[in-house]
């Protein structure tokens, strides 16, 4: 019988150490169970190797760059709070000097003596606009979309998508100019054919004029809305994973059913973002609108006759003509557009942050 192996004192006292030659594997070559065996590590843990881990650099490149993103956003904030308050300083002048109900006054004379303006109207035609905008630009922007994710051919879709882009790209200017000379003679013979036969909806009522009217500044606006909400729903689209689109494919679901239930579920919260982007830039837009709308002050839901006006527009049109109490009541007016923006983005983002699983996902 061959002799027992010779173990260390520690290991006849349960200790865990053994000599040299029986701390490698087995089948290990002479010379590396020669080799020395590396000292322990300086913290006094017992491992070998290369010691313990470099400890983070109090003034790196990570914690600079984490104050510079800091920073940004921090700026951010500062630039929103700042805006606010100099439209606040610049508007509250006009607004004690105004004689009429700032909110339910529907004309607008702030160079007058005494001054009278009202928010009213402006608000009213704005949310109006952008609403029927939207209600045009989405479902087809929808459309356009599913057809480029997922039925056209990929050099076909992306082409399509790259010259829908560059829609985005064309001036506001254009599309008014565009709109002003030679949309509005189409959009005037729909009115007329809308107003014969569907007379008897309050929208389409009315005796006319024709032409610059919220339908001709909506269609405008939608439009322009189109590439946005086309761009990010197919981009939302495209990120839907694969396995959902092949499981409703095996369960025996036809194309339309599983962009039903695989596709357009999982992309709703992005469906939304979009929307709310849209709807933010048909808040907005200014010069389109100043040259396709009639420019008047009332609240109305006929979209057919002549008139209509926005928040924006109406500062592009007046502001060269006012003093200072006027450009005091179009900051005034500015304000609350701020103000209705910023609570569409607040509400946008309320909803997208109750669907995590999207954001979780994406990441």
């Not at 009315?206 to 610059?212: F, I, R, S, V």
Request: glycine residues 12%; hydrophobic residues 50%.
């Amino acid at each position: 019988m061959g002799e027992t192996p010779h173990r260390s004192a520690d290991a006849g006292t349960g200790g865990t150490r053994v000599t040299q030659s029986h701390a490698w594997p087995a089948g290990a070559s002479a010379r590396v169970a020669e080799a020395p065996v590396s000292a322990p590590s300086p913290d006094g843990n017992g491992l070998g190797g290369g010691g313990a881990l470099p400890r983070n650099r109090k003034f790196g490149a990570e914690r600079a760059f984490h104050g510079l993103t800091m920073a940004a956003g921090t700026m951010v904030l500062i630039i929103i709070v700042a805006i606010a308050a100099f439209l606040i300083a610049k508007a509250i002048p006009a607004l004690r000097a105004n004689t009429a109900n700032f909110w339910t006054f529907e004309g607008w004379f702030p160079n007058d003596n005494p001054p009278t303006f009202g928010i009213g109207a402006l608000a009213f035609g704005t949310v109006l606009s952008a609403a029927l905008a939207l209600l045009m630009a989405v479902p087809v922007a929808m459309g356009i979309a599913l057809y480029l994710s997922h039925y056209a051919p990929r050099r076909l879709g992306n082409s399509l998508g790259f010259l829908i882009d560059l829609l985005a790209a064309v001036p506001s200017v254009v599309f008014g100019l565009w709109g002003r000379d030679y949309l509005i003679g189409p959009v005037t013979d729909l009115s007329g054919w809308l107003n014969k036969y569907f007379s008897w909806i309050p929208i389409f009522g009315g005796d006319g004029p024709y032409g610059n009217s919220i339908l001709l500044g909506s269609l405008v606006l939608a439009i322009m809305v189109l590439p946005i909400v086309t761009s990010l729903t197919r981009e939302v689209f495209l990120q839907t994973p694969t396995a959902n689109e092949e499981a409703a494919i095996a369960l025996g679901a036809t194309r339309w059913e599983m962009l039903r239930t695989a596709v357009l579920p999982y992309g709703r919260p992005g469906i939304i973002a979009a929307v709310m982007l849209g709807l933010g830039r048909a808040l907005g837009e200014t010069i389109a609108l100043a040259l396709t709308l009639g420019s008047t002050y009332a609240i109305s839901f006929n979209v057919l006759e002549s008139g209509g006006n926005t928040i924006a527009a109406n500062i592009a049109n007046r502001f060269a003509e006012a003093n200072d109490t006027g450009r005091g009541a179009l900051i005034a007016s500015g304000l609350v557009l701020f103000a209705i923006t910023l609570v569409v983005n607040i509400v946008a983002r309320a909803i997208i942050y109750r669907r995590r699983e999207f954001t979780e996902s994406a990441a």
